[in-house]
């Protein structure tokens, strides 16, 4: 059966090498160290936590936006719908796959699987950020230049925005937390 184990894998001592061995060893090839798995990385208690204040905080700012009845006229507020619903997916998805790992005591720590992660968390961050401001401008437009928020649901507007933006700080640290990994190996 060909299955890997535990995170944690047994590693026999290298053989005893002579000095002129070790010299050349030393001055070709230094020993790389491999540092332990920092929390809020993926596969740890805090990149959970930060997967779950992503979802729930995207999600509330869908739930708020979604529940007003003239948000589609404006392209702006269809793009935070749009953007808040791909990153609520995109973090319930990947807190599942911090879930297995933490339960079945795996290291998330492949290439690939990191690179996915901070290509995917870099996009659905910038989409968040972006439709966010997007949001912020028209939401400023409508109550301060307009002056007509007795005619549209501003709280509304103005609480999914602030959602939004808190979803993309909590996002933030996951992408540069993953970013972070692959520049160090």
């Known amino acids: 059966m060909n299955v890997s184990h535990a995170s944690v894998h047994p590693v026999e001592d290298p053989p005893p090498a002579t ?3 070790q010299q050349q060893v ?60 791909l990153q609520s997916l995109w973090s319930l998805a990947l807190a599942a796959v911090d879930v297995y790992a933490i339960m079945v005591k795996r290291s998330l720590q492949n290439r690939r699987l990191v690179s996915v992660f901070a290509i995917g968390d870099g996009v ?12 912020a401008g028209i939401t400023v437009l409508i109550d301060n230049d307009l002056n007509s928020c007795s005619q549209n649901h501003c709280v509304q ?26 520049a160090s190996r």
């Open 26 to 85: 030393e001055n070709n090839h230094p020993p790389r160290v491999r540092m332990d798995d920092i929390e809020g990385m993926p596969g740890t208690l805090l990149g959970v936590a930060l997967r779950f204040f992503q979802f729930f905080f995207a999600a509330a700012s869908l739930s708020v936006m979604a529940s007003t009845s003239d948000f589609p006229s404006v392209t702006a507020f269809c793009y935070l719908v749009a953007a808040t619903g």
């Open 157 to 182: 507007f103005e609480t999914s925005t602030a959602l939004a933006f808190i979803s993309w700080f909590a996002a933030l640290p996951s992408f540069l937390f993953n970013f972070w990994s692959l």
């Open 124 to 135: 659905t961050s910038t989409l968040t950020f972006a439709a966010a401001c997007a949001s």
């Open 19 to 21: 000095e002129a061995t």
